[in-house]
């Protein structure tokens, strides 16, 4: 089936990541295409896991099917391969060892507004989504030292004066020619939205532009989407692989899928398991009713913090997804935060509340960190734990308890940080 995209547009410059997906005919799993179908005959690129760890057996059946090996993708015991045609598909997806075949799927950004506002360097002003969500209030326990969190996205401006002592590195998973490897140090931000997530995540606290939620976090830029917004579901894989073997606590991923894809899945659940919690957008395709469910992936997945976003006054805007995986709510519409060449950018989104939400994240464990005694975090809160401690501290603004809007509520910052209610 294709996965149609919309965009809501009611004076708000709206942006959000989605993934297009279509189903792959004649095999057990789903699979996912962008754009016009392919011709008979034309290359495919799947995304193959098996039931073990990819072996060399393995790559010999798949280059004896006519396939190349492009990567591998060990997280999910699985490869990324170049076969023929859409035909030979099919006869791979019988091989007793192959769990699973998908198409590769393009990861799509609706095209970003171009450049950005002010100056290059106008004085620092407390936004009012950092604001709302009580961050400053938590500053005094917490500012996120030492916390690692992974931008899964665009990439950052490396030269950003707003983000660069704060910006500890990077990786890039984008490669100009789909069956050449990536250049993995070219993770500048060519888009700007990875860059505008991250200023919501750590922005530093210096007098200029903005402050982030975690204005002493640690950020990595883990660019998985090229200058178009534009790329593959196994680069997201990768990227997720590699903030797990990398030290992150914390991920962000501010895009979104409206088709569950097995392979991704697997990866946030292991993630998950590995200590890592995930953050995710919930979507920008909601219709306003509470009834019905338009919660993307990967923030459907249990293993994901689901985040919708709410407006100044609190209430939720038509376009935020609603079901009943909304785990928390977020400041989204008109959010102003770094952009690309040193710029600031007003944007709206639940790409712009999921940073929130990590950012808050990185508060409460850094907070840990301290207690502790200790500047390694492994051991002291399971991502079950901050999630718990997320939702018994958040701002119930809908039905008592858990809704389908707000989900537990709106985050908390402070009563996140100290464990202390403040907020009845």
Do not use: C
Not at 285 to 290: E, F, I, P, V
């Amino acid at each position: 089936m294709t996965i149609k995209l919309r965009m809501i547009a009611n004076s708000l410059i709206i942006l959000v990541l989605v993934f297009g997906l279509a189903g792959f005919g004649g095999l057990a799993t789903q699979a996912v295409s962008a754009g016009s179908p392919q011709a008979a005959g034309a290359p495919e690129r799947v995304i193959i896991t098996f039931n073990h760890a990819i072996n060399e057996d393995a790559r010999a059946a798949l280059e004896n099917m006519g396939g190349r090996v492009l990567k591998e993708l060990p997280l999910i015991n699985g490869a990324v391969v170049l076969l023929p045609n859409e035909a030979a598909a099919s006869d791979i997806g019988i091989l007793a060892s192959v769990r699973s075949v998908e198409k590769d799927a393009r990861v799509f950004a609706l095209r970003p507004p171009k450049g950005g506002g002010g100056s290059t360097q106008p004085a620092e002003v407390l936004e009012w989504g950092v604001d709302r969500v009580d961050a400053e209030l938590a500053w005094a326990t917490s500012r996120g030292l030492g916390v690692n969190v992974a931008i899964i996205d665009t990439g950052i401006d490396k030269d950003h004066a707003d983000l660069v002592d704060n910006l500890k590195g990077g990786v890039n998973f984008v490669s100009k020619s789909p069956v050449k490897p990536a250049d993995p140090n070219k993770w500048d931000d060519d888009n700007g939205h990875g860059t505008h997530v991250a200023g919501i995540v750590a922005a530093r606290d210096n007098e200029i532009g903005v402050i982030g939620t975690a204005p002493e976090a640690y950020l990595w830029a883990v660019k998985v989407l090229d200058r178009n917004g534009s790329g593959y579901t196994s680069d997201v894989i990768d990227g997720i692989t590699w903030a797990k073997n990398n030290g992150m606590q914390v991920i962000n991923m501010s895009l979104g899928s409206g088709t569950d894809v097995q392979a991704l899945h697997d990866a946030v659940d292991v993630a998950y398991a590995a200590g890592v919690v995930i953050v995710a957008a919930a979507g920008n395709s909601g219709d306003g009713d509470g009834s019905t469910n338009e919660v993307i992936y990967p923030a459907k997945y249990s293993s994901v913090i689901a985040v919708a976003a709410t407006a100044v006054d609190d209430s939720t805007p038509s376009w935020s997804a609603e079901g009943e995986e909304i785990e928390l709510a977020a400041p989204g519409v008109s959010i102003r935060s770094t952009w690309n060449d040193g710029l600031y950018n007003t944007i709206s989104g639940t790409s712009m509340a999921a940073p929130h939400v990590a950012g808050v994240v990185a508060l409460a464990l850094a907070t840990a960190v301290q207690t502790a005694y200790d500047v390694d975090l492994d051991g002291l809160w399971d991502p079950a734990e901050v999630r718990a401690a997320l939702q018994a501290t958040a701002d119930d603004l809908g039905a008592a308890e858990h809704d389908n809007f707000y989900g537990y509520g709106l985050v908390d910052a402070e009563e996140s940080a100290t464990g202390s209610q403040t907020n009845p």
